[in-house]
C-alpha cells in the first residue's frame, strides 16, 4: 500500500513564506491566475454571459468543460514529448502567449460585436476554444516544473498559499464584478471589460511563472510508460474517484444558470462570486490543516459537502440562495487541493509524466459531464440535473473511502 509522507504543522506564516525563489513565483502565479478566473469565472461569469445571449442549457454546459477538459486531456498525448525537454518552462513560456490571445479574442468579440449576436457568440467560443487548447499543452509542463521545484513537504502549502491569497482576492474582485455588471453599459461592453480584466491578470500571471529556475536533468532514454500506473492499484482506485467526481461536476455552472434564469437573480452575479471566493478562501485554512493528516481526509470532506449543495437547493428561500455558492466553494476547495496534492505525492518521480499525463487525460473527458448536465436540464429541467449529479458526488464519497491514506 503506498504511503505518503507527513507534512509538519503548517501555519499561515509558513504557508507564505516567500523567501525562496522558485516557490515565491509559483505563489504569485496563482494569485494572478485567482483572479483572471474570477473575472472569467465559467460557472458564474461565463455562465451568466451566454444565458443572457439566450444560448441554450447544453452549449452553456460545454464553457466550462472546454476550459477543463482542454486543460486535461492532451496531457497524456504530450506526455512523451514533455517528458524529453531537460527544460519544461521553456514550453510554458512559449505556450502563454497563445493561450493569452485566446482570452483577448473573448473580449475583443464582445467588444466589438455586441451589434451581431451570433458572430458575438462565435468569436466568443474561438477564444474560448483557443484559450483551452493551448492551457492543455502548458498544463503538464507546469505540474511537472512544480514537481521539480518544489519538495513534497512544501506542495499542499504552495496550493494553499495560492488559494489563501488568490481566494481573497477573487472575493474582492467579485465586487469589482458585480459593479461592472451594473454599470448603465449596453450588453456586452460590461462583459468586454471583464474580459480584459482578465487577460490582463492572465498575463502577468503566466509571464511571473515563466522566471522559475527549473534545473536541468537528462532526457529519460526510455520511452513513457503508460502501463505502469494502471498495475498500481492505488492510481487505479485514484482515477475512479476523479471520474466520479467529474460525473458530479455536471452540476457546477448551472447553479449560476438556475439563478440567472429561474429566480431573475443576474445581478446578484458577482455578489455570488464573492461568496463563492470567500468560502473557498476560508476553507482554505481549514483544509490545509487537514491536509498536514493526508489528502484523504480533505477528498472525503469535500465530497460529502458536495453531495449536500444540490440537494440544499431545493429547500432554500431565493433571499438564502447565496448558501449554495458558499458550499460550493467550499468543496471545490477540498477536491481542488486533495486530489492535486494527492496525485503529486503518488506518482514516482522517474514516472511522474505517466502518472499525471494519464490521470488528467482521462478525467478530462469527463469534464464534458457538463454539457450532459445541459442535456438533462433542456429535456426534463433542474429537478433531474441536481440529484443526478448528488448521487455521483455521493458515489465519490463511497469510493474514496478505499484509497491509500498518506502518512
Known amino acids: 500500500m503506498w504511503k505518503g509522507p507527513r507534512e509538519g504543522r503548517s501555519t499561515i506564516l509558513t504557508i507564505l513564506d516567500l523567501r525562496e525563489r522558485n516557490y515565491r513565483l509559483a505563489v504569485l502565479n496563482g494569485w494572478l491566475v485567482w ?37 486535461m486531456v492532451p496531457q ?38 455586441g451589434p451581431w449576436p451570433h458572430l458575438l457568440l462565435g468569436g466568443f467560443l ?43 482576492l477573487a472575493f474582492l474582485a467579485g465586487f469589482w464584478v458585480r459593479a461592472i455588471l451594473a454599470l448603465p453599459l449596453p450588453f456586452p461592453l460590461p462583459y468586454a471589460l471583464l474580459f480584459l480584466l482578465g487577460a490582463l491578470a492572465f498575463g502577468v500571471g503566466w ?20 502501463l505502469a500506473p494502471w498495475r498500481d492499484r492505488a492510481f487505479r482506485r485514484y482515477l475512479r474517484v476523479r471520474l466520479l467526481l467529474g460525473l458530479g461536476g455536471m452540476v457546477e455552472p448551472f447553479y449560476a444558470v438556475f439563478a440567472v434564469r429561474k429566480l431573475g437573480q443576474g445581478a446578484e452575479l458577482g455578489l455570488y462570486l464573492s461568496l463563492y471566493a470567500f468560502s473557498f478562501t ?68 522517474g514516472e511522474r509524466s505517466a502518472y499525471i499525463g494519464l490521470a488528467n487525460t482521462v478525467a478530462g473527458f469527463f469534464a464534458f459531464s457538463s454539457v450532459l448536465g445541459g442535456a438533462l436540464v433542456d429535456l426534463f429541467g433542474f429537478g433531474a440535473l441536481f440529484p443526478a449529479a448528488s448521487a455521483f458526488y455521493a458515489l465519490a464519497l463511497w469510493a474514496g473511502r478505499k484509497l491509500p491514506r498518506e502518512g
Open 282 to 349: 476560508l476553507s482554505n485554512l481549514l483544509w490545509a490543516r487537514m491536509a498536514e493528516r493526508g489528502s484523504k481526509g480533505v477528498l472525503q470532506a469535500g465530497a460529502f459537502l458536495a453531495v449536500a449543495a444540490p440537494l440544499l437547493l431545493f429547500l432554500l428561500p431565493p433571499s438564502f440562495f447565496g448558501v449554495v455558492f458558499l458550499l460550493q466553494g467550499a468543496y471545490l476547495a477540498a477536491l481542488g487541493l486533495a486530489t492535486t496534492t494527492y496525485l503529486l505525492n503518488l506518482a514516482p518521480e
Open 207 to 226: 509571464y511571473l511563472f515563466g522566471l522559475t529556475e527549473e534545473p536541468l536533468e537528462e532526457a529519460p532514454p526510455q520511452r513513457v510508460d503508460f
Open 126 to 168: 474561438l477564444g474560448l476554444l483557443l484559450n483551452a487548447l493551448f492551457t492543455g499543452v502548458s498544463s503538464l509542463p507546469f505540474w511537472e516544473v512544480v514537481a521539480k521545484t518544489v519538495s513534497m513537504g512544501r506542495r499542499a502549502a504552495l496550493f494553499s498559499a495560492r488559494n489563501l491569497v488568490g481566494g481573497l
Open 76 to 113: 497524456a498525448f504530450l506526455a512523451p514529448w514533455v517528458a524529453r525537454l531537460p527544460r519544461k518552462i521553456v514550453l510554458y513560456r512559449k505556450v502563454a502567449a497563445l493561450r493569452l490571445t485566446g482570452v483577448l479574442l473573448m473580449a475583443l468579440s464582445a467588444l466589438l460585436l
Open 35 to 71: 483572479l483572471g478566473d474570477t473575472f472569467l469565472n465559467p460557472n458564474i461569469v461565463l455562465a451568466g454571459f451566454a444565458a443572457k445571449l439566450g444560448a441554450p442549457a447544453s452549449l452553456i454546459g460545454l464553457l466550462p468543460a472546454l476550459l477543463q477538459a482542454g486543460g
